[in-house]
């Protein structure tokens, strides 16, 4: 039996409310125990962060997710970023960042004894669904894990995930969430 409830336990990292507003809901339907882990050191300004943050608290306390805040650590991001910065969106620099982002996860996931992770970023679609599993699957297999390579832009995933998030009136951002994405149409 403890095998089962463990195979059923997800951390899912989050990157807003709207992006995790259908995985939430999709991955609950499927019968998956959700902790929620929101670490986004990429996202600026501060006062950007603390927007989009607050909107995942409201979008936890609706479907009784429990929400794990990662600390804000803006210099993590830059380090990783360094030397990339003129990279145009969907370049290195956010491969780098995604790195960041799903190792913390996978530490995390391997810290509270989660064997499966994934993440609400693949929903958005100026994401690419394929590097982000690929990366989840290599930092999976450091840690003794599972990368759940779910593509939630499936069956109008991005339709439904915003459609949720208006219903709960949750922030909308118009950048990725770097400050280099800002300067990106």
Partial sequence: MQNQEEDFKLLLHVCCGICSSYPVSFLKDMGYSLVAYFYNPNIYPPEEYEKRLEAERILCREFGVELVEGE????????????????????????????????????????????????????????????????????????????????????????????????????RQNYCGCKFSIRQP
């Fill in 72 to 171: 804000y650590e803006p210099e993590e991001f830059y380090e990783c970023a360094k030397g990339l910065e003129e990279e145009p969106e969907k370049g290195k620099r956010c491969d780098k960042c995604f790195e960041l982002r799903l190792r913390k996860t996978a530490e995390l996931a391997h810290k509270l004894g989660i064997k499966n992770f994934t993440t609400s970023m693949v929903i958005s679609p100026h994401k690419n669904f394929q590097k982000l599993s690929e990366i989840g699957a290599e930092i999976a297999k450091e840690f003794d894990l599972n990368y759940l390579a779910i593509d939630f832009k499936k069956k109008d995933g991005f339709l439904k995930t915003n459609k949720i998030s208006r219903e709960l009136g949750l922030y």
